[in-house]
């Protein structure tokens, strides 16, 4: 359909006109909010906000193309509950009396509107939305009513309840589009506008301190009801593209608050109707969020939920994931608040990071604690763009090149207005030389080259340094964010796999083709990563369970996300994916033995690994559909390698094809390079006739490619590079910089990525050379924080002995960084 843009131009005017005519007769009828109780506002407030948007909602309706008869029981609500709201805002109702307007006005959207949820989407093995039947009409007055009451109660900051209420009447006009809807997405979007024109009086902004307006009772509970018959209308349109659970994520954060509220307070004993101050709202302005700040992270938070529910249904996600992940958000709501104490103190502390005070340090320190450690050397707004690209290309790194080349140029944009304290760190390290000399070679050598081939000099460009050692510069002042730039990771690599996966095949219980679960090369190569990077996660929880919650929640946060990404790996059938985690998992416990771990570091690297092992077995028998990975599977590979070294290729060809092609590459690859061993050819392509059947991305090695393109001496420079940066990842273990979990981590993740490109490319693809990028500039953010302690601190305090004294000035950088 064509949305006519004159109906929501005309609300929003119409809305803007209406409350400033509305503020001084307010007044004059008593219409105003004062300060008092829970009421923490200054000054006298006009509560006519709600009723200057419905009246331009109503006139700009009406310019609408459609026909407005069907809706005449939405009108006739919207009458009733704003006359209700305004003899409630003028002299408080008792609250029976509100709850049978909105039940009236749910028996008219039912009974006269003809709107009921008949069907709440569609189960597994079943094709067609489970049918609600004689539970339709009661499940929707509960529906309509709860919603109301939600919508009412998350009324209690500036700006809240309008702007969640924006984005879900905006999310909820973009499903009826996608449906084909006439009326619906044409009244919903013109009362978003009207409701923008209210926050332009109602939401605090650099000009405007403090609200001049309230949404009033007569608002919230208009706003309730028709988001609620949006709602209900969306969710069982004939041609939706958005199901009822996906609905139901555009709508959930005023109802996940509220009754996960309410079953707090009955678990206290106290009415699920009794007010308080543990709302959302709440817990975020007493953790020292403006109410600004609140008002936008809550919207942000409602537009994130919509944004999952609408693209989640586009990309097919099933009804039931869906409806399983609002579960989990209501549990994560609970305990949220459960814990709010606990909670407000993490908050707190992500405030405290985006909080600067002018000149870019943070707000206070004691006297003589600020050092160039505890403080990176540039902060400000410079910082936030760099952090901010690096979020970005993270959570874009499974979606797309798009996203990831937003987020380096931002970190570039960053690092461009930071160059000379950049340089004066770099100019004194070793491994930023050798990584400019490998980027000099690259460059030369491309232009000089073909410029053909895969994978290209711009693909070796990408992962021969430089790039990361600017990354790691910033990660290294950035250590608070590092799980949150993991985590970010995650909730990317989620996204990407509801987009890609085909769940119609998925769905069907048909997993036996990789292709279903994503590019399956791709998919292994990052899941394998993170496999290795969760088992450190994993460690860490273990090794310190039973000392506080956040082991515990480490733990079991940790675990939980590593049974997705199994059964990712697991359905992408990519043994080369299962090569590297293996070789990660042995580099943890090699480094375990070298660094001493406790008893209780060895007892988490063995839970850890015995857990990836049940799980990858058990989901390999659910997936694949055999009992776990044959003893062929290990042996035919390896008796290919003993029949090609014998001289029986052919014989070894029989025996597992892809072993055989790959060594076949690897040959010529070696005779290749034979012929320019010092100046290479350019590119790590090989002609045509050098190569055999298979695929040369998926067989060849990343380093027989890097001596193809620039012969033995960029070899020799890729492995420079690596030995100096991971030597100055085991100083951080050694002089105990980093908790011993961490380094596991890098350890294995590091390990995994080599033990893959040892077997495949990669680099030619986006997403992996991204990860490579990101995985190296954790080894480079080591270097970095050794070298800002050096400068702050007399030489021999680098040496083991002075771990303890090391260790203090890392906790005290812990809660100062910014």
Not at 103 to 125: C, E, R, S, T, Y
Not at 143 to 162: Q, R
Not at 203 to 210: G, L, T
Not at 749 to 771: C, D, F, K, N
């Amino acid at each position: 359909m064509n949305l006519p843009l004159l109906a929501p131009l005309t609300a929003f005017l119409l809305s803007g006109l209406a409350i400033l005519a509305l503020r001084r007769p307010a007044k004059a009828l008593g219409l105003v909010d004062r300060p008092g109780g829970r009421k923490q506002h200054h000054g006298t407030v006009p509560v006519i906000g709600g009723v200057g948007l419905l009246l331009g909602f109503g006139v700009a309706s009406l310019l609408l193309p459609v026909a407005l008869r069907p809706y005449a029981a939405l009108y006739v609500g919207l009458l009733l509950l704003t006359v209700c709201g305004v003899v409630d805002d003028a002299c408080e109702l008792r609250s029976g009396s509100k709850l049978l307007a909105q039940f009236v006005a749910a028996v008219l959207m039912v009974g006269w509107g003809g709107m009921q949820l008949a069907a709440i989407g569609i189960m597994p093995g079943s094709s067609a939305p489970m049918d609600l039947g004689g539970w339709a009409i009661p499940l929707t007055f509960l529906a309509v009513v709860g919603f109301v009451n939600a919508l009412n109660m998350l009324d209690g900051a500036d700006g809240v309840a309008g702007g969640v209420a924006f984005v879900m009447l905006v999310w909820l006009g973009i499903a009826g589009v996608l449906a084909g809807a006439e009326a619906m997405p044409g009244l919903a979007l013109t009362l978003a506008a009207a409701v923008a024109a209210f926050l332009v009086h109602n939401m605090r902004n650099p000009w405007r301190r403090k609200a001049g307006v309230f949404l009033g009772d007569a608002g919230s509970m208009a706003l309730g009801f028709a988001i609620a018959w949006f709602a209900v209308e969306a969710s069982q349109l004939p041609g939706a593209r958005v199901s009822p659970a996906g609905i139901a994520w555009i709508v959930a954060l005023p109802v996940v608050d509220t009754l996960s509220l309410m079953v707090r307070r009955l678990v206290k004993g106290r009415s699920p109707f009794a007010a308080d101050r543990e709302h959302l709202h709440h817990v975020f302005q007493r953790a020292g969020y403006s109410v600004a700040q609140t008002s936008y992270a809550l919207t942000l938070v409602a537009a994130a939920f919509g944004a999952v529910g609408v693209l989640g249904s586009l990309a097919g996600v099933p009804d039931v994931l869906l409806a399983l992940g609002l579960v989990a958000v209501g549990v994560a709501h609970y305990v949220f608040i459960r814990r709010a104490w606990r909670t407000m103190r993490a908050l707190r502390r992500l405030h405290g990071w985006a909080s600067q005070a002018p000149g870019g340090r943070p707000r206070s320190f004691a006297p003589g604690s600020v050092s160039r450690w505890l403080v990176p050397p540039v902060v400000g707004w410079r910082r936030r763009v760099a952090l901010g690209g690096v979020y970005l290309l993270l959570f874009s790194l499974p979606l797309g090149l798009t996203g990831v080349r937003m987020g380096f140029a931002l970190v570039l944009l960053a690092t461009l207005s930071a160059l000379p304290p950049l340089w004066r760190d770099l100019r004194r390290l070793p491994a930023a030389w050798v990584a400019l000399a490998l980027a000099a070679l690259i460059v030369l050598r491309g232009l000089l080259g073909p410029g053909q081939g895969v994978p290209s000099a711009w693909d070796f460009l990408w992962v021969s340094g430089p790039l990361s050692l600017v990354v790691g510069w910033w990660l290294a002042g950035a250590r608070s964010h590092w799980l949150w730039c993991f985590l970010t990771l995650i909730a990317g690599g989620s996204v990407a796999f509801a987009l890609q996966a085909d769940w119609r095949a998925l769905e069907s219980g048909r997993f036996g083709n990789p292709w279903d679960w994503g590019m399956p090369s791709v998919t292994g190569f990052v899941t394998a990563a993170v496999i290795v990077t969760l088992l450190g996660g994993i460690i860490a929880g273990l090794r310190r369970l039973g000392r506080g919650w956040r082991p515990l929640v480490v733990l079991v946060g940790f675990g939980a996300m590593t049974v997705p990404v199994v059964i990712v790996l697991v359905g992408t059938q990519y043994t080369t994916g299962w090569l590297g985690a293996l070789a990660g998992a042995v580099v943890i416990a090699l480094a375990a033995i070298v660094f001493g771990v406790s008893r209780r570091q060895w007892m988490g690297f063995v839970g850890g690994a015995a857990f990836l092992l049940a799980l990858a077995v058990g989901m390999w028998t659910a997936v694949i559909g055999n009992p776990g990975p044959s003893r062929d599977a290990f042996a035919q590979p390896l008796q290919a390698v003993a029949l090609y070294l014998g001289g029986e290729a052919a014989l070894a060809e029989r025996t597992h094809a892809p072993t055989a092609q790959r060594l076949d590459l690897w040959r010529a690859t070696v005779t290749r390079v034979a012929e320019r061993p010092l100046t290479g050819w350019g590119h790590g392509g090989l002609p045509e006739q050098a190569r055999r059947a298979g695929d040369y991305g998926n067989l060849q090695s990343v380093y027989g490619a890097t001596a193809l393109a620039f012969g033995l001496p960029g070899l020799l420079l890729f492995a420079v590079l690596f030995v100096l940066l991971l030597r100055e990842l085991l100083a951080v273990a050694r002089e105990q910089l980093w908790p011993i979990a961490w380094v596991l981590a890098a350890l294995g993740a590091g390990a995994a990525i080599h033990a893959m490109l040892v077997l495949s490319l990669q680099i030619h693809e986006p997403a992996s050379r991204t990860v490579i990028v990101m995985v190296t500039a954790v080894y480079a953010a080591a270097m970095f924080q050794r070298r800002w302690l050096a400068e702050q601190m007399p030489a021999r305090a680098m040496r083991p002995a002075a771990a303890p004294r090391l260790r203090a000035v890392a906790g005290r950088r812990t809660g100062t960084d910014g």
